[in-house]
């Protein structure tokens, strides 16, 4: 028992205390017999027996109350011995020769794996003088109980114990040092404890050298023919792929899946999941990133360095995940699992970010999609070999029924992660290169990683004296860009690439992608001049960094800056004439150097004119940029259409469509996803953080039958499908973004000096496709639907639809982004096309909605006019914002350099491009939406046009609940 002491050295008073802590004191004095009114010290507390003080005080177990006195005391985190093993990979009880465990079996794997053996030796070393010093304050703070006792006994006697209490004082001062210095040992001993790898299973070949890797059957037979095309020609002759604007828009390994490329791509992973889902898997979709403390716990450190983007953006840093293993170990940490639960098989679906990119096509991409297998089993027996056999047995089926050759290899033992007990590598033949490449590896990491995960096994018990951890084994099924990388060189014909026959139901039946014949009229640079050389663009002409034509402010051009002036007004925002003072500055900067160029040869030395030259050349840049950082400031012209408010509840109503649902006591969206069991938003915040999320089952097929019947969809009426990049080199995304979504709204990616911004919408990538092109009146307009997953940080602020998968983080998003001609009136004919476009696709999925015409105070900058598409939300009464669609006229493609037409040797002035914006589905948000509008007393329909997409499946039922495992109890 511990006595609470104020800085006067007297016992604090019970009543201060209870007061402090919300305790039912007078409940407490009651079963004390004690008066209320009198003052106590904590200690008359000795005068109840245990169990009666539990009753009494329902905030906290008398035992936590103990410890949460001490160490606040203390500032101490003492955990006592054999708590929070879970931090090692490798138990440490195999290093303690005393517990009849021999460390020369370490030793024996550390040799076989090429590794450090002496660090075993370090280890028995440090764990030592880590018990040693354990030891010494646990015999410290026994001292200091009995002292407290006393303090107690004579306190309740009325007798003096001031100097019992002295003396506690001068302990606690020993205790908060031994108590650092236990930490330090420990920090010591696990951080060498990390370093051991894995047991080395006694059939894994010893070598430190790849090329000894032991074939263990081979499959299929190989294409020898010669003079066959790689798959960096065939997608270049198919034009599924666009690597040169991928580059450009994500850095080294960025790319472009187009049309057929991105159709394959969706294929494989749908085929994936159903494969495994067939075989008694768990589908599941992980987020792309996870926060930095539970990316520790299921990455190796030295990942972090070498392999893992960091994202920073809002409070604390996350980590791109490289692998789909990672958040779904994630998934399943603290938990204890019942020996009837397993195994447990789950196949998760991620993308996955790579930071050491290859420039081998997209083999080697900087992203991909990888679809996982992960599976839990008991530690006993052989439970966890038969799954490993299993889990790349599911996988030699998978290319089996693609048909592609290939071979087993298990790999050497010096070539194993850590993790890893055994790995078996699956190699697919590449007939172009005339050899097998690795496609995927299978691994049993045993209870290596649930160690450190927490993931324990079997029931806890009172008498428990040694822990047991599951057993976890990865193996990928698909890395979908490789394996399309494969099946491309071994379906090639003379004039195309057949379609596996497997995949061709995920393809809408087709069978076959033709080469195409290269585009009769590429778009040009925009330095392109009459007689077809290039050159760069003069200072003057740089135009583009703008964003807002400057003409516009010049009245001796004959045009009328009032216009800018009103169209400030209508967005609630006041420009004076410093805009115009600032360009006329800089053009009298301009001329002063022209004059110093044609006159200071005739009136000074060569020195002394480089001299001032060079400084006016500076004024130059100084005026320009004081110029450009205004003008970026003003939005673009308000279209006279556009409802002028600073109150989005003047929004204007243009039209309405679909019979509402009114009926009362319907559910919301959030009770339907946890009823059906399609999202796990728990384990979600768990893995990723705050509004983090993973989608389960149906949910997951629900969002991939909206990404595709929304591509389809758009293909239908003329657009090309793409899908970009995730996330943008900083100078890219600095041309395709605003500033304000930089701070609000954009997650930073840095690594190793690449810095990336991950992409908050489609729009923003598909703007950096066409950068820095003129594109002939012909080819106009231009029509693209962009796929792709989207990253906000600012989702759910304001306290908005904190649960469900309304405002998320991370969602994935169809988007129309549209290029016109900026005569006549091209563009906003095209901007009632699209927003028609998305209409007709809310009305397929027989959604209520309304359109919105946006008061000119709630545009962004970039928008003359934009369109809400509203869609009703029956649980909630009321209609809620799924599609924005946006006419930006030509105020991105000037800071773009977009331009219209072909550059001429006479031409004074450049047209620039119109550019418009539309989403067609952000999923999530619409999957939503269908919850509340096809929910039924037992479950939840699929909307007609989806079940195609769904393999048939006509109806989501609601689920049981489930009776959650225990989880693991923390040491206190």
């Not at 330090?184 to 006694?202: C, I, Q």
Request: glycine residues 6%; aromatic residues 8%.
């Amino acid at each position: 028992m511990f006595v609470i002491h104020s800085r006067g050295g007297s016992s604090v008073k019970c009543l201060d205390l209870f007061k402090i802590l919300s305790f039912p004191f007078d409940s407490l004095c009651q079963a004390s017999k004690q008066e209320p009114t009198r003052p106590y010290c904590l200690c008359c507390l000795l005068s109840l027996d245990l169990k009666t003080l539990s009753r009494h005080i329902s905030i906290l177990p008398i035992k936590f109350l103990r410890s949460r006195v001490v160490f606040s005391l203390t500032n101490t985190t003492h955990t006592t011995k054999g708590k929070k093993e879970g931090e090692s990979m490798l138990d440490i009880n195999l290093f303690r020769e005393e517990k009849g465990n021999n460390p020369e079996i370490i030793r024996e794997s550390q040799h076989q794996r090429f590794a450090d053996v002496e660090i075993v030796d370090e280890i028995i070393h440090l764990d030592k003088e880590w018990r040693q010093r354990q030891y010494k304050l646990e015999q410290l703070l026994k001292v200091f109980n009995n002292i407290n006792k006393e303090v107690a006994k004579l306190s309740i006697a009325g007798e003096d114990a001031s100097s019992k209490i002295k003396n506690t004082e001068e302990i606690k001062d020993s205790i908060a040092k031994k108590g650092a210095k236990v930490q330090e040992a420990r920090a010591a001993l696990y951080s060498k404890l990390s370093m051991v790898g894995n047991f080395v299973h006694d059939s894994v070949p010893v070598s430190n050298d790849k090329a000894n890797n032991v074939v263990v059957r081979t499959w299929g037979e190989k294409r020898t023919e010669p003079k066959l095309k790689n798959h960096v020609e065939l997608m270049e002759l198919l034009g599924i792929a666009d690597l040169e604007n991928g580059a450009k828009i994500a850095g080294k390994g960025g790319f472009c899946l187009l049309g057929d490329g991105l159709h394959l791509n969706l294929a494989l992973i749908k085929f994936g999941l159903d494969f495994l889902e067939e075989r008694g898997f768990t589908s599941l979709q992980t987020p792309s990133f996870m926060t930095e403390n539970i990316m520790g716990k299921c990455a190796h450190s030295v990942q972090f360095d070498k392999e893992l983007y960091k994202v920073t953006g809002e409070g604390k840093d996350k980590y791109l995940i490289d692998t789909t293993a990672q958040p779904l170990c994630a998934y399943n940490i603290d938990g204890r699992v019942h020996p009837t639960e397993l195994p447990i098989r789950q196949v998760g679906y991620a993308t996955c970010f790579w930071k050491d990119a290859g420039s081998d096509g997209i083999f080697d991409a900087s992203q991909c999609e990888k679809v996982e297998q992960l599976c839990i089993t008991s530690p006993n027996g052989n439970d966890s070999w038969d799954m490993h056999e299993e889990m790349i047995k599911n996988s030699e089926e998978f290319y089996q029924m693609l048909k592609l050759p290939y071979r087993i290899m298990s790999v050497v033992s010096g070539a194993l992660n850590n993790a890893a007990a055994k790995t078996y590598d699956l190699e697919a033949w590449f007939p172009a290169y005339n050899n097998y490449r690795q496609l995927l590896s299978c691994s049993n990491c045993t209870d290596y990683q649930s160690r450190k995960l927490e993931l324990r096994f079997g029931q806890k018990t009172s008498n428990e004296q040694t822990k047991q951890y599951c057993h976890l084994l990865n193996c990928t099924l698909t890395e979908a860009e490789k394996t399309m990388c494969c099946i491309l060189e071994n379906y090639q014909r003379e004039d195309g690439v057949e379609v596996p026959q497997v995949l061709q139901p995920y393809m809408g039946g087709k069978t076959f992608m033709p080469f195409q014949a290269p585009p009769a009229d590429k778009e040009t640079k925009a330095t392109q001049t009459q007689n077809g050389n290039f050159v760069q663009p003069t200072e003057g002409e740089k135009e583009g960094e703008s964003m807002l034509d400057i003409n516009l402010f010049w009245e001796e051009r004959g045009t009328n800056p009032e216009i800018i002036r009103e169209s400030q007004r209508r967005r609630f925002t006041e420009i004076g004439d410093e805009i115009i003072h600032l360009d006329k500055e800089w053009r009298q900067r301009q001329t002063e150097l022209a004059q110093l160029h044609q006159d200071l040869p005739r009136t000074a030395g060569e020195e002394e004119t480089k001299d001032l030259i060079a400084k006016k050349v500076v004024e130059v840049q100084e005026a320009r940029s004081a110029l450009c950082s205004k003008l970026s400031k003003v939005g673009n012209l308000v279209h006279d259409s556009v409802p002028v408010s600073n109150d989005e509840a003047n929004n204007v109503v243009v039209r309405t469509w679909g019979e509402k649902r009114t009926e009362p006591k319907l559910k919301n969206h959030v009770e339907l996803v946890e009823l059906l069991g399609i999202a796990d938003l728990e384990k979600g915040v768990k893995v990723a953080g705050g509004r983090g999320y993973c989608l389960k089952g149906a949910g997951l097929h629900l969002n991939h039958a909206l990404i595709k019947f929304g591509c389809i969809f758009l293909e239908k009426r003329g657009f090309k499908s793409i899908k970009t990049p995730f996330f943008m080199v900083h100078d890219i995304m600095e041309k395709c973004a605003q500033l304000t979504q930089f701070n609000e709204e954009l997650y930073k990616v840095t690594g190793e000096g690449d810095d990336k911004y991950l992409i908050a919408t489609a729009e923003q990538p598909l703007c950096a496709y066409n950068i820095d092109k003129w594109i002939h009146p012909q080819q106009l307009p231009l029509r693209y639907a962009g796929y792709s997953s989207c990253f906000r940080k600012e989702a759910g602020s304001h306290g908005h639809d904190t649960r469900g998968l309304f405002h998320v983080h991370e969602f994935q998003k169809v988007e129309q982004f549209c290029i016109t001609s900026p005569n006549g009136n091209d563009s906003w004919d095209m901007h009632e096309e699209m927003i028609k476009n998305s209409e007709e696709f809310y009305q397929m999925l027989k959604l209520p909605y309304r359109v919105v015409s946006i008061v000119s105070g709630e545009l962004n900058d970039a928008a003359a006019k934009k369109y809400d598409l509203e869609a009703w939300f029956p649980a909630s009464s009321t209609y809620r914002e799924l599609v924005s669609c946006s006419n930006c006229t030509d105020y991105q493609s000037r800071k773009l350099e977009i331009r219209f037409g072909e550059k001429k040797s006479n031409e004074q002035t450049m047209q620039y491009c119109h550019l418009l914006n539309s989403t067609l589905t952000a999923t999530e948000r619409t999957i939503c939406c269908i919850l509340e509008n096809y929910q039924r007393e037992d479950g939840v329909e699929v909307p007609q046009v989806l079940q195609p997409f769904m393999g048939g499946k006509k109806f989501i039922p609601f689920q049981a609940p489930l009776v959650k495992a225990t989880k693991g109890k923390k040491s206190k």
